[in-house]
């Protein structure tokens, strides 16, 4: 009986003592890497674009002048210049939601977001929200512009993720997981509204100024490995 006692007294510290399984390992179809995001903005030097505007012609090159990534977090930051105007554009993250553990998250929680600013020696346009992740349909969130420089002129938009495409076809190339998102106010092209198209591994793959009437399509690019 003594025996038996003991026996069930260890089994129950043994069970007892067994560690939770967490959502993610039990689910892992459900949840994601939040260094995943760095897909579509950290990218090596002599990576570059080429686009084209649809409308004249014209063209705009743009390689990697800096760029930086701690590999056990989501934290990067990626400089990229303009022949176009001149302008960086400088892409980051600054950590990610409380709930995250150990870089997995469920893909349904909006995890993290990355932020663009455009800025050149003596001219630092603004910066903004440009992206959420895990990228999904119907995710948004609210950004703010302040025009001419007053309170008066301050503005707050909305940020959507309108689309993702498995397969979209530009320029003659074709490009998977291409995540369109919708911004009512773009802080770095003059406040007017803006569409914009990320595609992982690849980055930007097309931007439409839409007061502008400016349609970018990548053209060419190479992505340094």
């Known amino acids: 009986m003594k025996n038996i006692f003991l026996f069930m007294v260890f089994f129950s510290m043994l069970f007892s003592c067994k560690k939770p399984v967490s959502y993610c390992t039990e689910n892992p179809d459900d949840c994601v890497d939040v260094r995943k995001v760095k897909e579509y903005f950290y990218f090596e030097h002599g990576s570059y674009w080429v686009y084209e505007e649809e409308n004249s012609g014209m063209r705009d090159s743009v390689y990697v002048i800096?760029?930086?990534?701690?590999?056990?977090?989501?934290?990067?930051?990626?400089?990229?210049?303009?022949?176009?105007n001149g302008y960086d554009y400088v892409y980051w993250t600054t950590g990610v939601d409380p709930s995250v553990k150990n870089n997995v998250a469920k893909k349904s929680v909006q995890s993290t977001r990355v932020i663009r600013a455009k800025t050149k020696p003596g001219d630092f346009i603004d910066e903004q929200t440009c992206f959420l992740f895990y990228p999904r349909e119907g995710l948004e969130t609210t950004t703010s512009y302040i025009s001419g420089g007053g309170v008066e002129n301050y503005h707050v938009g909305a940020l959507k993720i309108e689309s993702i495409y498995d397969n979209y076809s530009l320029a003659g190339s074709n490009f998977?997981?291409?995540?369109?998102?919708?911004?009512?106010?773009?802080?770095?092209?003059?406040?007017?509204?803006?569409?914009?198209?990320?595609?992982?591994?690849i980055g930007l793959v097309k931007k439409e100024l839409l007061d502008s009437n400016q349609i970018w399509n990548l053209v060419n690019y190479h992505i340094e490995n």
């Open 66 to 84: 800096e760029t930086y990534s701690d590999p056990t977090s989501v934290i990067f930051q990626t400089r990229l210049q303009s022949t176009y």
């Open 176 to 201: 998977t997981n291409v995540v369109f998102i919708s911004e009512e106010f773009t802080s770095i092209e003059e406040g007017q509204p803006t569409n914009h198209y990320y595609s992982p591994n």
